[in-house]
């Protein structure tokens, strides 16, 4: 077996508690482990109400990555799906599960018909960016994000 | 009457041509008028299937501002309502209709019992910026926008 061998499939709710923890491990990636305040139970909702898509990559039954995904609108192009989180753990990078997780995301967003999709990535995650240049993304440099946190 | 007076109240389905149109003006503030490709279709499918939520202001009822928003799903954070679009036509600015539509914006979020608000606003609407730190947010410029547009 090839060590590299992965499954993408989607989440389940049974799954959720996993994707929690993963996500808090990208918040310690993007050194900011403390701002991590939903619990398992917003996950549930959000799931219950089909408000996310969650698709898994595994490698030996083990979530070693995920994407995190939601309908919003642009009021410029209509229907869109956003990429709110993608994460590959550390260990399995580098081996195309990034790359068929984004193909994943891509191909969901084809399926319902939207005219496009749109991320975020951090100005100093040079590698992410590399990657999203790499499939053909536009990076937008000229947005700031403004935020209130009740 | 007071020339500044103006009204809110939520969209129906027979203003959304005139919400299209009002984007049409916010693309052009931002040059970038040939970007709208999003039909009147599209908005009324959004609205139809309550993915969107649309509210206006009025002065003489002629529609001269709106916010467009979406609920969300911050992996952080938990319930997200998101702030797509938010426009005041050129000529009724600075009279208080800005921060109507703001405060209208937060309150619905908090109906929603969403744990924050976000939004986005180019680095150079310097006038938009200052708005959005009187009302206490939090300017984000480290992330870029990624988008694929199919």
Same mark, same amino acid.
């Given at each position: 077996?090839?060590?590299?061998?992965?499954?993408? %499939?989607?989440?389940?709710?049974?799954?959720?508690?996993?994707?929690?923890?993963?996500?808090?491990?990208?918040?310690?990636?993007?050194?900011?482990?403390?701002?991590?305040?939903?619990?398992?139970? *917003?996950?549930?909702?959000?799931?219950?109400?089909?408000?996310?898509?969650?698709?898994?990559?595994?490698?030996?039954?083990?979530?070693?990555?995920?994407?995190?995904?939601?309908?919003?609108?642009?009021?410029?192009?209509?229907?869109?799906?956003?990429? +709110? *989180?993608?994460?590959?753990?550390?260990?399995?990078?580098?081996?195309?599960?990034?790359?068929?997780?984004?193909?994943?995301?891509?191909?969901?967003?084809?399926? %319902? +018909?939207?005219?496009?999709?749109?991320?975020?990535?951090?100005?100093?995650?040079?590698?992410?960016?590399?990657?999203?240049?790499?499939?053909?993304?536009?990076? +937008?440099?000229?947005?700031?994000?403004?935020?209130?946190?009740?």
């Amino acid at each position: 077996m090839n060590d590299h061998h992965f499954v993408l %499939r989607l989440a389940q709710v049974q799954d959720l508690p996993q994707v929690l923890d993963l996500v808090q491990g990208l918040a310690d990636f993007e050194q900011e482990s403390d701002a991590v305040t939903a619990t398992i139970n *917003d996950y549930n909702l959000a799931f219950a109400n089909d408000k996310i898509w969650v698709n898994l990559a595994l490698v030996e039954n083990n979530i070693v990555g995920f994407t995190l995904c939601y309908d919003t609108f642009s009021t410029w192009k209509g229907k869109m799906f956003y990429l +709110e *989180d993608f994460y590959v753990a550390d260990n399995f990078r580098s081996k195309g599960i990034g790359q068929g997780l984004f193909d994943a995301f891509i191909k969901e967003a084809k399926n %319902r +018909e939207c005219k496009l999709v749109k991320w975020q990535v951090l100005d100093w995650n040079t590698r992410a960016v590399h990657f999203y240049e790499r499939n053909l993304a536009t990076i +937008e440099r000229e947005w700031w994000n403004g935020k209130i946190i009740f």
